[in-house]
């Protein structure tokens, strides 16, 4: 009976070890992108475009944006919100070619031309950019985890308790 009890045991030890080490196994990473977004302000006197929305991460993409006069707008200069390198152009050319190492948020500033004001543009207030969209997808560049190793430790030692108290009283009894 001792050697029954004994062999049930490792068993016992032996599932409980593997569940901990399926519980930790690491999780599975995401791809990740950088994303990019382009506004013109106001909106009436221009256009404001970006060639990808997104590219990966680490690769050695380009991403071009392009401002483009409308409604007698000039254009006046790009307000990038992120990290870059520029690799055509510069803030005041309305075509900025750059190397991406985030997200990108692009604002393209225009003014109206003295020669044919448009309407709405005598505005007081400063322009301010549009909101980003809220339902546009994040990724995060790290995994949720999957598995907390105290849970996974703390029941296989009830497990190896409950085990042994069986074994002892089966011994004894």
Known sequence: MKKIIALL??????????????AALPSPTAVEYY???????????GDATVDVDRVLVGSDDLVTFTATEENGGKFIKWELHCEYDIIEGDMTTPVLVVRP????EAVAFFEATPEEPTKGTEATEAPTVPEKDPTQKNDSPTSPKTGDMSIMLAVVMLMAVGISVIAVRKIKG
């Open 35 to 45: 994303y990019f977004t382009a506004y013109a302000v106001p909106e009436e006197l």
């Open 101 to 104: 190492k985030s997200d990108i």
């Open 9 to 22: 045991m490792m068993v016992a030890l032996v599932l409980s070890l593997t569940v901990v080490s399926v």
